[in-house]
């Protein structure tokens, strides 16, 4: 099983530019989640999707937007990139969002807007 | 919302010593507090959780305390190997969803052989 897979794994965008991060895991989890990671501030949760056909803002919502595109596929879009969204991008699945359960990470994508 | 504050941020110690990294939560209502190991290049993976349910709870070399009282649980790794080298992550969220967990700003263990 591969998990959860995340393309690309490094992006440059121009600030003002437009790019779709995306997400599929093979687990059959019906929870997904984006975080960014930032030095010396652990993950932050951007959104969620506690089950297909669902999402919800996260900590750090400003400026992505979502879609559950299917049970396996959660992407994350930036629709005008700024240099504060430079940042590590992980997503992730859990069984159960209600329930706590482990969740699992993608390998990560270093996106750095100039 | 839930504040998780980790300390330390950097940890450096000899093969075989044991490490103990230390966190504390805000929120009373959390009760599930997982612990994630991050490698170079990879996506966290959790290494051990606990419930508020309980006190305590082992895994060969790696063990979680929690305190409810006072807010705030443990991790602690004894004879270290150069391969516990990671950056860890502490994390508390509350009764019923996972959105809400909240991480702390991590610790880079390195272990020197």
């Known amino acids: 099983n591969a998990g959860v897979t995340q393309t690309p794994k490094f992006q440059v965008l121009k600030t003002g530019q437009s790019m779709t991060l995306q997400c599929a895991q093979d687990?059959?989890?019906?929870?997904m989640y984006w975080y960014r990671q930032d030095p010396g501030m652990g993950l932050r949760l951007i959104y969620y999707?506690?089950?297909?056909?669902?999402?919800d803002k996260g900590e750090v919502p400003n400026g992505y937007n979502v879609s559950r595109l299917n049970k396996r596929e959660f992407s994350l879009r930036l629709e005008s990139a700024a240099p504060s969204q430079t940042s590590v991008y992980f997503c992730?699945?859990?069984?159960?969002?209600?329930?706590?359960?482990?969740?699992?990470f993608g390998q990560g994508t270093r996106l750095t807007v100039v | 919302g839930e504040n998780v504050e980790q300390h330390p941020s950097t940890l450096s110690v000899q093969e075989g010593d044991s490490a103990v990294i230390k966190c504390t939560y805000s929120?009373?209502?959390?009760?599930?507090f997982p612990w994630y190991k991050q490698e170079l290049g990879k996506g966290p993976q959790l290494i051990i959780d606990?419930?508020?349910?309980?006190g305590e709870k082992k895994d060969q070399r790696i063990a979680v305390t929690l305190n409810k009282t006072a807010k705030h649980f443990s991790l602690h790794i004894t004879e270290t190997q150069p391969e516990d080298s990671a950056v860890y992550f502490c994390?508390?969220?509350?009764?019923?969803?996972?959105?809400?967990?909240?991480f702390g700003a991590g610790t880079r263990l390195t272990v020197k052989p």
């Open positions: 992730a699945s859990s069984e159960w969002g209600g329930m706590n359960t482990e969740a699992f």
């Open positions: 687990m059959n989890h019906n929870s």
């Open positions: 999707s506690a089950s297909e056909g669902t999402t």
């Open positions: 929120d009373s209502a959390s009760n599930y």
């Open positions: 606990i419930r508020s349910n309980v």
């Open positions: 994390a508390a969220s509350g009764a019923y969803n996972n959105n809400d967990m909240r």
